[in-house]
């Protein structure tokens, strides 16, 4: 299993700025996966955070607005940019499992975000 | 789209009864997870079935798979007020690390 810590937790952010989200893992891990929950929603696929290359996005996601940074295999961060009120959601850190169960994921609590 | 589709959205049952969670999904699978969610925190992984097993048991958890009709079904036994939580089926079709959530049913156990 691996643990994962995102911060912050929770924020409120006016429309117009951005907020960087932290995500350290307590081992090395290959990829990284940021994923949006909107609100009563599933949970979507932003990016795969690679380490030594750039990220690579889903299809509705752009790297302007949600730039990952990836400088080591245990830390990433992803910048949600020049926020609105739909990017109010909450965002999601997490790995992959190793051993047998592939495909398995690991999550971290996740980062609340709320745009006024 | 969504890969995986579940029913019921909601479900309420009293504590000690039995809840059945059903998910469907459309193209083929390598693997279908369920994963629970307390309260908009972060999901847990709770069981992974292969595309070539039909049945999985954890504890209080057993899960069913039918590729034929590309559906499955997690059935927690005896519930506890504590298994009040948002589940999700999630399905990955070849790449190992990229999996598809379904819609999620909304659990709530009342004591």
């Known amino acids: 299993s691996a643990v994962i810590s995102q911060k912050p937790s929770r924020d409120i952010c006016q429309r117009g700025t951005s907020l960087t989200i932290q995500c350290q893992v307590d081992?090395?891990?290959?990829?990284m996966f940021w994923y949006r929950q909107q609100p009563g929603q599933s949970l979507t696929l932003i990016a795969t955070?690679?380490?030594?290359?750039?990220?690579?996005?889903e299809s509705g996601f752009v790297i302007d607005k949600f730039p990952i940074s990836r400088p080591n295999l245990t830390f990433s961060t992803l910048t949600v940019s020049n926020m609105s009120p739909e990017d109010s959601s909450i965002y999601l850190c997490?790995?992959?499992?190793?051993?047998?169960?592939?495909?398995?994921?690991?999550f971290g609590e996740g980062s609340r975000l709320t745009v006024l | 789209s969504q890969q995986g589709e579940e029913d019921p959205q909601a479900l309420s049952i009293q504590e000690g009864e039995n809840a059945t969670m059903n998910c469907s999904y459309k193209?083929?699978?390598?693997?279908l997870q369920w994963y629970r969610q307390n309260s908009g925190r972060g999901l847990v992984h709770l069981i992974l079935i292969r595309s070539n097993e039909r049945e999985k048991h954890s504890g209080r958890l057993r899960v069913t798979l039918d590729t034929s009709k590309k559906s499955s079904s997690l059935l927690i036994t005896a519930s506890r007020a504590a298994d009040t939580a948002s589940y999700f089926c999630?399905?990955?079709?070849?790449?190992?690390?990229?999996?598809?959530f379904g819609t999620g049913t909304k659990l709530q156990v009342i004591p």
């Open positions: 999630a399905t990955d079709a070849g790449s190992y690390q990229k999996v598809t």
């Open positions: 997490s790995v992959g499992g190793r051993g047998i169960n592939t495909g398995e994921l690991f």
């Open positions: 081992s090395q891990v290959t990829m």
């Open positions: 955070a690679n380490q030594g290359s750039e990220a690579t996005y």
């Open positions: 193209t083929s699978i390598n693997n």
